[in-house]
């Protein structure tokens, strides 16, 4: 058989053709990929990247990660699937290891296969356990494309459906460069914060199951809160007799410089939802939880894939790479050195308004133009700094209610080189694209 090697167009034809939505394609001409090392991959045509949304941040310890794909290939050859409901030893070790790793004092884990998942069964719990229907969740978050994931995701474009199957009220997102009040911080006192008791008592049977929060809101456009904000958040719901549910699906796993991204808050979750990251890229999601609130399901409770002892095989070793390599303090440094490259292009290109997020989580808001005030989401100039970049090398994601947030986030293992690599390609994007203006 001597069959022609498939090129970029030859893929997305395919694409285009059999699947739906037909014109998923993030760019104008699609970025078919064939192939991936550490923080690199290649199309098929050969053209090679730099990753830096890292599929869609799943790719936590590289692309075709030697310890994570040896670990992936033994479980293969020894078991491939059984399904929940007969232990295997894989699970068991990742359930053991999640719960000394999660943040607080969580005791309990149970696994699913997706983000939207996950947070769904964090919700049902926080229900069950609670004996309430309402759930806070925040403006501009998001929590999955299941009906409840919908429901609980405060941004319009991902709505699909029309019925809001849960009781999900909706707070003010902690977005300081858009101040829902117009304030600023500090001297805002937390009134975003504040204004989630107005909520429950205006919105609300008075009584909340729970809130649910990311400590950065990812899709949202990488909105990171100011101090104090989760903390007075979670003081306030859990004086309504709620639970707090710390969505880490994009921020765990060492992605922000600390294993949690609540560890930068002094909150301890009372149930963690986690995917993406978790795994290398692997479907693998998990709850953690206390034992009383674990307790609280009685119903059956079965993932038919959750828990797949090749996933949790990648999951295992993709953990203890992190651990042990010190990935999240690697995160950290990078981060830093990332982050002040962008604040560097801030000063310099006057449609970047913004510049924020923790470690390697980093968004940048694209506006008309910042010194002269005028904040106004710029669309067209964000997807031509994306076009631009990605024609040059540089492969980054795209978020915000407004879609006007590059969001930037490789691999935990990036080197110095790459992030300094990527902040070059930026700036030229920026540069080309401030001349045509
Ligand atoms: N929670 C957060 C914070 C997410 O970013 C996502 C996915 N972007 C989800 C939940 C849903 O995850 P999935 O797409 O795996 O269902």
């Given at each position: 058989m001597n069959e022609k090697k498939p090129s970029v167009a030859d893929v997305?034809?395919?694409?285009?053709?059999?699947?739906?939505?037909?014109?998923?394609?993030?760019?104008?001409?699609?970025?078919?990929i064939e192939s991936g090392k550490g923080c690199q991959v290649r199309d098929f045509d050969g053209k090679t990247y730099l990753d830096f949304f890292g599929?869609?941040?799943?790719?936590?310890?590289?692309?075709?990660?030697?310890?994570?794909?040896?670990?992936?290939?033994?479980?293969?050859?020894?078991l491939g699937h059984v399904s929940t409901v007969y232990p295997t030893l894989p699970l068991a070790s990742l359930a053991e290891?999640?719960?000394?790793?999660?943040?607080?004092?969580?005791?309990?884990?149970?696994?699913?296969?997706?983000?939207s998942e996950a947070d769904e069964t964090a919700v049902a719990l926080a229900q069950a356990h609670t004996g309430r229907q309402e759930v806070i969740a925040l403006r501009h978050g998001y929590s999955g494309r299941t009906m409840l994931g919908q429901a609980l995701t405060g941004h319009s474009s991902y709505r699909q459906s029309t019925?809001?199957?849960?009781?999900?009220?909706?707070?003010?997102?902690?977005?300081?460069?858009?101040?829902?009040?117009?304030?600023?911080?500090?001297?805002?006192?937390?009134?975003?914060a504040?204004?989630?008791?107005?909520?429950?008592?205006?919105?609300?049977?008075?009584?909340?199951?729970?809130?649910?929060?990311?400590?950065?809101?990812?899709v949202g456009g990488v909105i990171a809160p100011p101090p104090g904000w989760m903390q007075l958040v979670v003081d306030i719901v859990r004086r309504y007799g709620g639970v707090f549910v710390c969505d880490e699906v994009q921020t765990g796993f060492g992605r922000t410089g600390t294993m949690w991204g609540v560890d930068h808050e002094g909150v301890e979750p009372?149930?963690?939802?986690?995917?993406?990251?978790?795994?290398?890229?692997?479907?693998?999601?998990?709850v953690v939880t206390t034992a009383p609130i674990a307790g609280a399901w009685r119903a059956g409770n079965i993932a038919t894939f959750g828990g797949n002892p090749i996933a949790c095989a990648a999951a295992n070793a993709t953990i203890d790479t992190i651990v042990e390599e010190r990935l999240a303090d690697n995160a950290g440094a990078m981060g830093k050195i990332l982050r002040e490259g962008l604040e560097s292009l801030k000063a310099k290109y006057t449609v970047i308004g913004d510049v924020r997020g923790r470690g390697l989580m980093q968004g940048v808001e694209i506006v008309r133009d910042e010194k002269a005030g005028d904040r106004t989401p710029a669309?067209?100039?964000?997807?031509?700094?994306?076009?631009?970049?990605?024609?040059?090398?540089?492969?980054?994601?795209?978020?915000?209610?407004?879609?006007?947030?590059?969001?930037i986030a490789p691999p935990l293992v990036v080197t110095a080189r790459e992030v300094d690599d990527a902040l070059g390609i930026l700036d030229e994007s920026f540069a080309a694209i401030s001349e045509r203006r």
């Open positions: 997305a034809s395919k694409y285009k053709q059999y699947l739906f939505p037909s014109v998923a394609t993030y760019y104008a001409e699609p970025v078919a599929g869609i941040l799943t790719v936590s310890v590289g692309h075709a990660n030697e310890r994570v794909n040896a670990a992936v290939r033994a479980q293969m050859d020894r290891k999640l719960v000394k790793l999660a943040p607080g004092a969580l005791e309990k884990a149970f696994f699913c296969a997706s983000g019925s809001q199957v849960a009781a999900a009220k909706h707070a003010h997102a902690p977005y300081c460069y858009r101040c829902p009040f117009g304030l600023a911080y500090p001297s805002c006192e937390l009134r975003c504040q204004d989630v008791e107005e909520l429950i008592r205006t919105t609300t049977t008075g009584q909340v199951a729970g809130v649910v929060i990311e400590p950065i809101l990812g009372d149930i963690v939802t986690m995917a993406k990251g978790i795994a290398n890229g692997y479907p693998i999601s998990a669309v067209e100039t964000t997807v031509a700094a994306f076009e631009e970049a990605r024609r040059r090398g540089l492969l980054v994601g795209r978020g915000g209610l407004y879609s006007n947030v590059l969001r």
